[in-house]
T-cell receptor
Framework: KQEVTQIPAALSVPEGENLVLNCSFT??????LQWFRQDPGKGLTSLLL?????REQTSGRLNASLDKSSGRSTLYIAASQPGDSATYLC??????????FGGGTRLMVKP | EAEVAQSPRYKITEKSQAVAFWCDPI?????LYWYRQILGQGPELLVQ????????DSQLPKDRFSAERLKGVDSTLKIQPAELGDSAMYLC????????????FGPGTRLTVL
């Protein structure tokens, strides 16, 4: 059974810092991996999708990497802003096109 | 921009009552998912539809939960009777289908059972 772990569970940084969120998974036989953002009490917003054949994806200040063989992905956020404060979730897609989610990292960016 | 629609956004009910949630996926998306998210945790899949057929409902508590997608478009998730432990966010997502496609999520329904 696929298990997804996100470290750290919570992170507080001053505005302007570059930061890295980590995601690890136990079964490397994945089709793709998605990073999501969730604001309190809201649904999930898809940030980046990395296919299993890709090593990284970039969108604006966000960069996600994937090392399938070691079961790891990282989300890099450059020049963090208070508006980046949210919970970030990673999810892996393997058997049957189901997403298995990690527990999330709660990010607080202080002005 | 096309979005997944869900209603209601919030629902408060008493234990043992029946509740129903509705989801309208992005037009053309053949695959529809219902997830449950307990506060502070990641979402967990309850049921997956491909068109009108259930692909996976192994995590759906079938003694009290039911889901349908009769015409292969919108979907309803029902709980009867609701229990205190059902308090959670219920999220609907859709995708074009296939193993490589991105899932898009709706705003969710926040259920509180008193």
């Amino acid at each position: 059974k696929q298990e997804v772990t996100q470290i750290p569970a919570a992170l507080s940084v001053p505005e302007g810092e570059n930061l890295v969120l980590n995601c690890s998974f136990t079964d490397s036989a994945i089709y793709n991996l998605q990073w999501f953002r969730q604001d309190p009490g809201k649904g999930l917003t898809s940030l980046l999708l990395i296919q299993s054949s890709q090593r990284e994806q970039t969108s604006g200040r966000l960069n996600a990497s994937l090392d399938k063989s070691s079961g790891r992905s990282t989300l890099y956020i450059a020049a963090s802003q208070p508006g980046d404060s949210a919970t970030y979730l990673c999810a892996v897609n393997n058997a049957g096109n189901m997403l298995t989610f990690g527990g999330g990292t709660r990010l607080m960016v202080k002005p | 921009e096309a979005e997944v629609a869900q209603s209601p956004r919030y629902k408060i009910t008493e234990k043992s009552q029946a509740v129903a949630f509705w989801c309208d996926p992005i037009s053309g998306h053949a695959t529809l998912y219902w997830y449950r998210q307990i506060l502070g945790q990641g979402p967990e899949l309850l049921v997956q539809f491909q068109d009108e057929s259930v692909v996976d409902d192994s995590q759906l508590p079938k003694d009290r939960f039911s889901a349908e997608r009769l015409k292969g478009v919108d979907s309803t998730l029902k709980i009867q009777p609701a229990e205190l432990g059902d308090s959670a966010m219920y999220l609907c997502a859709s995708s074009l289908g296939g193993f490589y496609n991105e899932q898009f999520f709706g705003p969710g329904t926040r259920l509180t059972v008193l």
